[in-house]
């Protein structure tokens, strides 16, 4: 249990800042598997659409530190590889 203020002021400012980070990652979750589901339905356009929006989203959670910078890169070369196999 927290006893001094400060230590009580984390636990508050811990549970928003992992709401906050929550839904910052399930946002990032739904671009991938927008992706992914127009991969799967084999069409390039909405692919490459839906890729194009999954790449901001992974960039502002490196930026925002929900994401390893190395983890981000990987996501999107591989998404990238598939899209471009499509065609």
């Known amino acids: 249990m927290a006893n001094t203020p400060q230590a009580k002021k984390r636990i508050r400012r811990n549970t ?29 356009t909405a692919a490459a659409d839906a890729l194009k929006a999954a790449q901001p ?3 502002r959670g490196v930026a925002k ?3 390893h910078k190395n983890t981000a890169a990987r996501k999107f070369s591989r998404l990238t590889k598939r899209v471009a196999a499509l065609g």
């Open 16 to 44: 928003r800042r992992a709401e906050i980070n929550g839904a910052r990652i399930s946002r990032i979750r739904t671009q991938v598997k927008k992706v992914e589901t127009a991969l799967a339905a084999g069409d390039k």
């Open 57 to 59: 989203e992974l960039a």
């Open 65 to 67: 530190g929900v994401l």
